[in-house]
């Protein structure tokens, strides 16, 4: 058996980053634009605070915002988009509206044009909005029928409890009952630049990028509303939740552990030991549930981050009869790295993959767009990324051992497991204590 050898990374942690220009709008946009020349073509990203807008009516608006203007049914602006190589789409997380298109970079100033028109004067017409809301009514009732969807539900409300973060999905009965309207008043309420912000990427001169989205976007006001979300709560591990799922074939395994937000120092030491933990094909966790038992294909972690906290999520599905066994073996996990610091090599191996692949994500302009959009939601800037690529170069097995301490320790996690538990809550039981619960 040969020894797995990684090429050097290039030694350089710094990132070099492309001309960039940003400027704020008389109305409160906030307006980011970076040249990226790879191929003709510009991204956009577009942030609005949302996080207080009643749940079943923005998630509907944001499938609805593309549905016509006062000018403009909804045909006419797929056509005038595709006419510049171009398209636009709406989506919505806990804290924003998000508004993501591409387009030749020769057509930038329609699509900008185009956007502002939907802004500022959107119809939300009938006939559309009701096709848009039995579309979304029809999508919402697949995903109430998928163990990851209920799995997650069940998890969002044991770490969340009463706060606006723990229901991220509406009731299909509360979107059916949403008028078009009640999206116009929403729109009109809080689809406001004051707090937004737009990334442009490509093919494009910054300044003149901005100036086309001044042009374009100057007459859009309106005062902002109070979008400060009270803060997460802290985790209450308490016992296992067991959400009975009769006659599965699979458990979907859940867990949520505290993690930290990007801007804390200590947040790079402790991305490379959840990467080292579970957090790639190489890690610890991996390797032992797929490679070694064979009890799963997928297993996976992530660091979930939200204006009001971060939270660091693990997920597996496993076979129904091998359920209690993937629990012990991931308990097992954390407990190894919250206790015993990783070896040399094993940081090495998590430090060049973290950072490999934030340079690939920056390398298209899909991927610089994205990134800069979200960085800049949390008010940070692409400069962010120098530090971050720092930090994370320069972070100690003694600083990455201290993190995982403190914030994988097994006795930290919220757990949920969503199975058949005529089958699985004996084994369960003898690892931890078990409560039964719905999603």
Known sequence: MTNKTLPDLVPDAKIKLPRQAERSLPGGLTVIAIRRPAVPLVELRLRVPFSKAPLPRATLLSQALFTGTGA???????????????????????DRLLITGNALASGLDRVLEILATVLTDPAYPNAEVGTERDRLVDHINVALSQP?????????????????????????????AVRPAQL????????????AVLVLVGDINPEKAIDAAEKALGSWTGPGRDETVPEAPPLEPGPLLLVDRPGSVQSSL?????????????????????????????SRWVENLREDKGYTYGPHTAIEHYLAGSTLMVAAEVATEVTGPSLLETLYELG????????????????????????????????????????????????HLREHSAALATATLDQVAEVA???????????VVLGDAEKVEAPLAALTQVVRGTA
């Open 148 to 176: 990851a969807h209920i799995a997650r539900t069940a998890l969002l409300k044991r770490v969340y409890g009463s706060h606006p973060y723990a229901v991220q999905t509406p009731e299909p009965e509360q979107v059916r």
């Open 405 to 415: 301490a403190q914030f994988l320790a097994p006795s930290q996690a919220v757990t």
């Open 254 to 282: 859940r867990m949520a552990l505290p993690a930290l937000p990007r801007t804390d120092p200590r947040y790079a030491a402790l991305q490379l030991a959840n990467m080292i933990f579970g957090g790639y094909f190489s």
């Open 336 to 383: 190894r790295i919250a206790s015993l610091p990783p070896g040399e090599d094993e940081l090495e191996q998590a430090r060049r993959y973290v950072l490999g692949t934030l340079r690939l994500g920056m390398s298209t302009q899909a991927g610089l767009a994205g990134l800069a959009s979200m960085y800049a939601s949390f008010g940070l800037r692409l400069e």
């Open 184 to 195: 116009r008043k929403l729109h009109a309420d809080r689809v406001r630049p004051d707090g």
């Open 72 to 94: 403009m049914s909804s045909v006419d602006i797929a056509a005038e988009l595709q006419a510049v190589g171009g398209g636009l789409s709406a989506g919505l997380d806990p």
